[in-house]
Structure formats: C-alpha cells, structure tokens
C-alpha cells in the first residue's frame, strides 16, 4: 500500500496567511489592537512632552499648539472621509468653552507641571484625576459608588 504526497505530508504543515482585511473583519481583534495603540500613545505622550518643552522653551503654548494642530489635521481628514456632519450654531459656544477649559488651561498646566516634575509623576497624576473625580461627586453630589465604582 502506498501513499500519495497529496494524502500524506510529512513536516510542518503550511502557514497560513492572514490579510489586513481579514484583520480588520474580526472585531475581537481590532478592539485588542486599538486598546494597544491607545496604551502606547497614551504612555509615550508624557517624555514626548518632556522632550518638546526642552526643544520649544520657554513657551509651553507651542508645544500644545503643535499637539492640536497634528490632531485637527487627522479630525479633518476622518470627519470629511466619513461625511460626518458640522455642529449646530446653537451648540458652538458650548463647544468653544469647553475647549478652552478642556483644552487650553488643561495642557497650559500639564505643561508648566512637566517643567517642574518628572514625566512619571504626571502622568500618574493625569491617570488619578477619574478617581478624584468620583470621590468629588461623592462628596459634592452623594453619588453613590458601587464595588467597581459604577
């Protein structure tokens, strides 16, 4: 009795070969590569900062400035490709104040602080604000938090 090569193969068996399409298809997957990329990002933006208050001094404006501008760039390009739609008029101030508390005064702070501490340390204090904030609902509003904090 004999057998063919196409019936028996010895060794190893074949890769297989995956397609970014593939990829993408398997939501899984995309939601472990974007909670990846969010970690990197997010823990490489403070030496990042360190290092671009040291090439832009004294201004910590325009490390901030250049941040947005390259975020805005990639919104533009997102919002146009996905036809998203332009706010109503009525919610532009709104908007526009809560950028600039959220925004401006926000990295105008990080920014002085990453001149005085070590970018660990701000970023450890960045990463306990949302503690802060539910202790803060719970003093000020008697929220009330769960085992999980919900």
């Known amino acids: 009795m004999t057998l063919s090569a196409s019936i028996y193969r010895a060794g190893r068996p074949e890769p297989t070969r995956c397609s970014f399409n593939e990829i993408a298809k398997n939501p899984k997957t995309l939601t472990i ?3 990846i990329a969010t970690i990197l990002f997010w823990a490489s933006t403070f030496p990042a900062i360190r290092v671009a208050l040291s090439a ?7 490390v901030a400035f250049l ?3 390259v975020a805005t760039a ?3 390009g997102y919002a146009s490709a996905k036809r998203l739609p332009l706010p109503r008029l009525r919610d532009l101030p709104p908007i526009a104040l809560c950028g600039f508390i959220g925004l401006t ?5 990080l920014n002085a ?3 005085t501490v070590s970018a660990g340390t701000a970023s450890f204090i960045i990463s306990s604000e949302i503690g802060i904030i539910a202790l803060l609902a719970r003093v000020f509003y008697a929220e009330r938090l769960g085992k999980l904090g919900c």
């Open 105 to 109: 005064i926000y990295n105008f702070a």
């Open 67 to 69: 941040r947005y501008v």
């Open 74 to 76: 990639l919104l533009i």
């Open 33 to 35: 590569f974007a909670i």
């Open 113 to 115: 602080g990453e001149m």
């Open 56 to 62: 832009y001094t004294p201004s910590e404006s325009e």
